[in-house]
């Protein structure tokens, strides 16, 4: 069965500083995506950044960038120059042939 | 562009009372619609999800319902709340067909049981 991992239940960062939210998944799919959303405060879940498991180049939006390791099975999430809008809780999901999973969520924030 | 309308936004209900929680989406035609729960301080839980017009897919017995009865309406009706009913709600819609299909997620409904 899939499953998805979120290690971290609460991070927070400094203003400006880089910060890794880790997640882990099992499956046994070669073919899969793999997300991360965000939920601020306002409660509005967005999408912040989306990889596909068949390629080798970790996606990357802006200041948010992943680490994608495949054998591994790992999907972190780094947010390079932290601001305080980036305080929120952030999900990572996973979608397959026959499921789409959430993590239970890093609450992350960030000090001014 | 396609939005989705969740609503009501909060809602305080007595124990034993019935639930109507409606989404809506607009801009899209036969999207896949889903209910989560996110209990407080908890991931995302899958409640229900829908290929299609009547079709629902229910991930965990509960107490609560979901139907279909148009092509972008996705309603969750429970006949009697319980106590652990209370939580927030998200409905949540993607494009037909694939895995590679992001997500897209309304306001969400706080529902208070006491």
């Known amino acids: 069965a899939q499953t998805v991992t979120q290690s971290q239940p609460e991070m927070s960062v400094q203003e400006a500083e880089t910060v890794t939210l880790s997640c882990t998944y099992d499956?046994?799919?070669?073919?899969?995506?793999l997300f991360w959303y965000k939920q601020p405060p306002s409660r509005q879940m967005i999408l912040v950044i989306r990889q596909e498991a068949y390629k080798q180049q970790n996606a990357t939006e802006n200041r948010f960038s992943v680490n994608f390791q495949k054998a591994a099975k790992s999907f972190s999430l780094k947010i390079s120059d932290s601001q305080l809008g980036d305080t929120a809780m952030y999900f990572c999901a996973f979608s397959g042939t026959y499921k789409y999973i959430f993590g239970t969520g890093t609450r992350l924030k960030v000090l001014a | 562009s396609q939005t989705i309308h969740q609503w009501p936004a909060t809602l305080v209900q007595p124990v034993g009372s019935p639930l109507s929680l409606e989404c809506t989406v607009e801009?899209?035609?036969?999207?896949?619609l889903y209910w989560y729960r996110q209990a407080a301080g908890r991931g995302l839980q899958l409640l229900f999800y829908?290929?299609?017009?009547?079709?629902i897919s229910s991930e965990v017995p509960q107490n609560l319902s979901a139907s279909r009865p148009q092509d972008r309406q996705f309603i969750l009706s429970s006949k009697k709340l319980l106590l652990s009913d209370s939580g927030f709600y998200l409905c949540a819609w993607s494009v037909q067909g694939g895995i590679k299909n992001i997500q897209y997620f309304g306001a969400g409904t706080r529902l208070s049981v006491l």
């Open positions: 499956t046994s799919e070669n073919n899969y995506y």
């Open positions: 801009g899209t035609s036969n999207p896949n």
């Open positions: 829908s290929v299609g017009i009547g079709q």
